[in-house]
């Protein structure tokens, strides 16, 4: 079983091997990194209510997402520019998911060719993260060749018609091409533009209302992801942990899943996600620390311990299994502002 300090211990390994100014592009969020900060709080609020005397001598994490067996909840969000952390960034990454049996989500940023992902992946099932760029064309062409290369959704970003003013991230190796920055004119109507010309479900990423939730499904989205982007969009934004019970409740009346990321840290996160209504629970930056660590060994280890830290957490909780971690399970006092 793992030590919750572990995760930190990941971190201080990263920054050591890192170049000060690719650590703070990973780690920071944007302006005074309030909703950064408020993620992993967030967490921390929501008290669970373990059962007791329920035989958990055997305990699994098996589950599907969006119709997918995995065998974790626990799933690798996109992050860009991995070459940034490690040599073979996501090939590496991609090793990790399919030796864990988690599922993959790789950024339009990608450092390594979507093809050669995809190989690495090999049979395990994977999605690709799309930014709708200006020139629509440069979109459909990436996304012509996720598909080619396997992958079983799209998700689609929604929070970044353009990147923050201050973010913690200026390094100038990451600049975009103008033709290859996010369009600020995205609409409901691009999920049915991607459903179209991919043939894929669509994965709405960065939905933090019920209300937009409604909109995604009438648009035709397969799910929605629950997420601010890490703090790294909009600075005051609420709390992934308070704004996915709203989203959840809203995704499930229209027959939708949720996801969720945002500050997961430890076992008990996810399992604190899942009784508010998530099917998964995606880590963005634990998964990059581990990668700067340690390559593909790296994020395999991270995946790992926070798998066992899942399991450990379950088991103490009375919950066997996936379907057993009921909203029963947690007491989440209402939402009040950004703590
Ligand atoms: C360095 C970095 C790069 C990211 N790049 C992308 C990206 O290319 N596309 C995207 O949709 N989200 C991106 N994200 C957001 C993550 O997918 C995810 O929402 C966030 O990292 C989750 O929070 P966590 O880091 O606290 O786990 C990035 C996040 C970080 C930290």
């Given amino acids: 079983m793992v030590d919750p300090s572990d995760s930190l211990g990941a971190e201080e390994r990263a920054r050591a091997a890192l170049d000060p100014s690719v650590y703070d592009y990973y780690a920071g969020g944007s302006g005074n990194e309030t909703t950064l900060a408020a993620n992993v709080s967030a967490w921390d609020r929501i008290a669970v209510r373990p059962r007791v005397l329920r035989d958990v001598a055997a305990v699994t994490t098996r589950t599907t997402v969006l119709g997918t067996p995995v065998n974790t909840p626990i799933c690798v969000a996109p992050t860009a520019f991995q070459a940034l952390a ?41 999605w690709f993260q799309v930014y709708v760029m200006r020139k629509r064309a440069l979109t459909r062409e990436l996304v012509e060749r996720a598909v080619a290369g396997g ?33 600020p004119d995205l609409t409901f109507d691009d999920i049915g533009w991607l459903r179209e010309i991919s043939g894929l479900p669509v994965v709405v990423k960065g939905v933090l209302r019920g209300d937009d939730a409604t909109a995604c499904a009438a648009a035709g ?54 009784a508010l209504g998530a099917r998964a629970a995606f880590i963005g930056r634990p998964a990059v620390w581990g990668l700067a660590a340690g390559g593909a060994d790296g994020v395999r280890t991270e995946l790992l311990a926070l798998v066992g ?31």
């Fill in 151 to 183: 992958a079983r959704a799209l998700a689609l970003t929604a929070d970044t018609p353009y990147l923050p003013r201050g973010r913690r991230d200026r390094n100038p190796s990451l600049k975009t091409e103008p033709e290859a920055e996010q369009a």
């Fill in 86 to 126: 490690h040599p073979e960034a996501e090939t590496a990454t991609a090793r990790a998911a399919r030796e864990t049996g988690s599922l993959l989500v790789l950024s339009t940023r990608t450092s390594r060719p979507v093809e050669e992902v995809a190989a690495a992946l090999g049979p395990t099932p994977w």
């Fill in 221 to 274: 989205a397969a799910a929605v992801w629950v997420s601010n982007h890490g703090g790294r969009q909009l600075d005051g934004a609420v709390a992934t942990a308070d704004a996915l019970p709203e989203v959840a409740e809203a995704a499930a009346a229209a027959g939708l899943e949720t996801y969720v990321d945002g500050g997961i840290r430890r076992g008990v996160d996810v399992l604190r996600a899942l």
């Fill in 309 to 339: 830290d899942l399991e450990s957490a379950m088991g103490l909780a009375g919950a066997r299994s996936i379907p057993e971690i009921t909203s029963d399970l947690v007491w989440h006092p209402p939402a009040a502002g950004i703590r």
